[in-house]
């Protein structure tokens, strides 16, 4: 089993861990609606991917006029 020699001060042990964090999101402008969208991915907005259509977005439908 593994056993340090010396203690690691908090500084050092940070210091170690300041490369860890997450880098931020690189969004691109959808070539067809203008949206920011994730780079490689189906566009939220409106479901084109490389100037096709690859998701059918339904329109938005109220839930409270089709309940009553």
Do not use: F, T, W
């Not at 340090?4 to 861990?17: A, G």
């Not at 690189?26 to 920011?36: A, D, F, R, S």
């Amino acid at each position: 089993m593994a056993v340090q020699q010396n203690k690691v001060s908090k500084s050092r042990r940070n210091n170690r861990r300041a490369h860890d964090s997450l880098s931020a999101a690189n969004p691109n402008e959808c070539p067809n609606c203008g949206e920011l969208k994730r780079p490689h991915h189906i566009c939220a907005a409106c479901g084109h991917y490389d100037d096709n259509e690859v998701v059918a977005m339904a329109e938005e439908v109220d839930l409270d006029e089709d309940a009553a």
